[in-house]
């Protein structure tokens, strides 16, 4: 992997939790995934239905209803020492998307990544952990076509043992990874982990503008 790659999982482990300092992370923390939501052994999906991968275009707008999420979207590039930058603090309704790397629903893998909350509450990818395989993602895109993904499985990783490639490692067919700040919380250092749910495109809706 290259170091800008490895940079991603820096950044958005980088999170405070300040809202979970002002409550009381013993009484207040977001759902962690089920040992039976990760991967049996290696990445074998649920399925193995795919659809072809889509041309690249800019994803607009992501919807998770099983969470009751849906967001727009917008590009995050790369700070100064070469980490993904992270979604404005100040929008708790807000995903980003590594936009020097593959769109969601092209072929490769494709980054998004939320906050689990800020100082106002819960954010966009709060319950991320409570996702399912099997359920649905949907991005719709600049050239009017919605891209749906199945959730092959969702994993928790401490900030020491972050897996890089396999996370963002690249594939020959359209893959998502979702990716949010978790696991431990230290009041002291803010989240000590990170949660990523791992999908794979199975549909296209929609036809292009």
């Not at 070469?82 to 969601?104: H, I, K, M, Q, Y």
């Amino acid at each position: 992997m290259s170091n800008r790659s490895k940079g991603w999982g820096i950044a958005v482990a980088a999170c405070v939790g300040v809202w979970l300092v002002q409550n009381g992370s013993e009484n207040v923390t977001p759902p962690v995934p089920s040992a039976a939501q990760a991967f049996a052994a290696g990445p074998n999906e649920h399925t193995d239905a795919a659809a072809d991968p889509l041309p690249p275009s800019a994803p607009v707008r992501l919807r998770i209803p099983e969470i009751d999420v849906d967001t727009p979207m917008t590009r995050l590039g790369l700070d100064p020492k070469g980490s993904l930058e992270v979604p404005p603090a100040s929008d708790r309704n807000l995903a980003g998307w590594f936009g020097d790397g593959t769109t969601p629903g092209a072929k490769g893998t494709a980054i998004v990544a939320g906050h689990v909350d800020n100082a106002q509450g819960p954010a966009v990818f709060y319950a991320l952990g409570a996702l399912r395989k099997g359920n649905r993602v949907e991005v719709d895109r600049e050239d009017g076509r919605t891209a749906v993904f199945t959730v092959d499985a969702i994993e928790v990783y401490d900030n020491e043992d972050f897996p890089d490639r396999k996370v963002y490692g690249e594939r020959d067919r359209a893959e998502l990874r979702l990716i949010t700040c978790g696991g431990g919380f230290s009041e002291k250092s803010g989240y000590q982990g990170n949660v990523v749910a791992f999908g794979h495109l199975i549909g296209v809706r929609g036809t292009a503008s």
